[in-house]
């Protein structure tokens, strides 16, 4: 079974600091990877996607990711990170497949922005 | 329109009560879902229904009774809940086919008494 963990349950920055938000996956052939974010007491937003028409992606509010084969690995990075970037973070997997998209989520990394 | 509409935005049952949950979308996705979702922990998939027809059933209990009438509508039928199934539970909707994102509805804040 595909399965994505996400290291580091919480992670602080200070305002305008990098953002790294690290993601690792499992599986035998390269899936579909995404990159969601939910504020509170909110439903899930899509930051970003990788479908493999490109390894480096780009998404919403200057987010992006690299996807890279060899460490099997998937991580989320901002340039600057902003006071409202402060949310939870959920890496997930999909695999290929037809009629429906089984995701499955990754525990999530509350990101804290500190002024 | 990209929006994925669900009401109640809260819910408050009894464990001998039965109510629905509802869920709209108006984007032509032929997928929709539900999850659940505790808090502090990432989303579980309940239920996939892919062109109307219930594709994956993730061994919910039976008292959790999920519904499609129509390609824009999802229900999720409560009865006789227990307080550990006090949740957020999540409704989404994608195109049926892989790569594609799920969007999701807001939620329903359910808490059974």
């Known amino acids: 079974a595909q399965s994505v963990t996400q290291l580091g349950s919480h992670v602080s920055v200070s305002e305008g600091a990098l953002v790294l938000l690290r993601c690792n996956y499992s599986?035998?052939?390269?899936?579909?990877l995404f990159w969601y974010v939910q504020y509170p007491n909110q439903g899930l937003q899509l930051l970003l996607k990788?479908?493999?028409?490109?390894?480096l992606v780009k998404g919403i509010n200057g987010f992006e990711a690299e996807f890279k084969k060899s460490e099997t690995s998937f991580h989320l990075t901002k340039p600057s990170a902003h006071m409202s970037d402060a949310a939870e973070y959920f890496c997930?997997?999909?695999?290929?497949?037809?009629?429906?998209?089984?995701?499955?989520f990754g525990t999530g990394t509350k990101l804290q922005v500190i002024p | 329109d990209t929006e994925v509409t669900q009401t109640p935005k809260h819910l408050v049952m009894g464990m001998t009560n039965k109510k629905s949950l509802k869920c709209e979308q108006h984007?032509?996705?032929?997928?929709m879902y539900w999850y659940k979702q505790k808090a502090k922990k990432p989303p579980e998939l309940m239920f996939v229904?892919?062109?109307?027809?219930?594709?994956i059933n993730e061994s919910v209990p039976s008292r959790f009774s999920p519904e499609c009438p129509n390609s824009s509508l999802l229900n999720l039928h409560l009865h006789a809940l227990q307080p550990e199934d006090s949740a957020l539970y999540l409704c989404?909707?994608?195109?049926?086919?892989?790569?594609?994102?799920?969007?999701f509805g807001p939620g329903t804040r359910l808490t059974v008494l």
């Open positions: 989404a909707s994608s195109e049926p086919s892989g790569g594609n994102e799920q969007f």
């Open positions: 599986s035998s052939v390269p899936p579909y």
């Open positions: 990788y479908t493999s028409a490109a390894t």
């Open positions: 997930a997997v999909s695999p290929h497949s037809g009629g429906y998209q089984k995701v499955t």
């Open positions: 984007m032509g996705h032929r997928a």
């Open positions: 229904y892919s062109y109307e027809k219930l594709s």
